[in-house]
Structure formats: C-alpha cells, structure tokens
C-alpha cells in the first residue's frame, strides 16, 4: 500500500512564505513523477506545479514564485511558496505516479491535502 503525506500549510501574510512537504511511503518500487495541485474554495482543482526527472512546470500564476523540488532518496517533494498572495489560499494535494511492488502498472496516488491561507 502506498501513502502521501503533505506537511507545512498554515496561516501567512501576503507576501510571506510556506514550504509544503509530501512523502510517499509503503510499497513502492518507483516514484516517476510528482506533482502539487491546489483547490480554492468553490474553484476546480488545479494543478500548480510538477516535477518529472529534474524537469518542472508551473501554472502561469505561479512562476517566479513558487519552486517546486524533491529528494529522491526520500521519495519527498517540496513546493517552497514565496510572495505569497491572498489568491494562492486553498488546499494543496500532492499527487505522485507510482509503481507499486507487484503492481502491473503505475498508477496516481493523491495525499488528504493541506491548508494554505494568505490573509493579514
């Protein structure tokens, strides 16, 4: 079985800075690629940024503020989040593509979400 877990939301000001963290666990024989996602309240989910073999890719929003990063011996992702704005609160989901051990095939796992809120 395999399990994300995010960490490091909270409450800022506009113009502060976060770092989420996320941590896949268990079963996993690979980790290809990881991903951040972000759900404003009455909004769609969006994705904010991915990370695919040192590759990245941000949402328009986003860029020049936000960097995403991982550690691959730590199956860990992070998103450092900088000139924080009031529009960048929502819930942010770390989504990973895993190989399971004795899986036939990769497969998108999803953590349960953190919390961002930028407000003064």
């Known amino acids: 079985q395999v399990q994300l877990v995010e960490s490091g939301g909270g409450l800022v000001q506009p113009g502060g800075s976060l770092r989420l963290s996320c941590s896949a666990s268990?079963?996993?024989?690979?980790?290809?690629?990881m991903a951040w996602y972000r759900q404003a309240p009455g909004k769609q989910r969006e994705l904010v940024a991915t990370i695919v073999n040192g590759d990245t890719t941000y949402t328009e929003p986003v860029k020049g503020r936000f960097t995403i990063s991982n550690d691959n011996a730590k199956n860990t992702v992070y998103l450092q989040m900088n000139s924080l704005k009031p529009e960048d609160t929502a819930v942010y989901y770390c989504?990973?593509?895993?190989?399971?051990?004795?899986?036939?095939?990769?497969?998108?796992?999803w953590g349960q979400g953190t919390q961002v809120t930028v407000s003064s």
């Open positions: 268990g079963t996993i024989s690979v980790v290809f690629e």
């Open positions: 989504q990973a593509r895993i190989l399971a051990l004795g899986a036939a095939a990769r497969q998108f796992y």
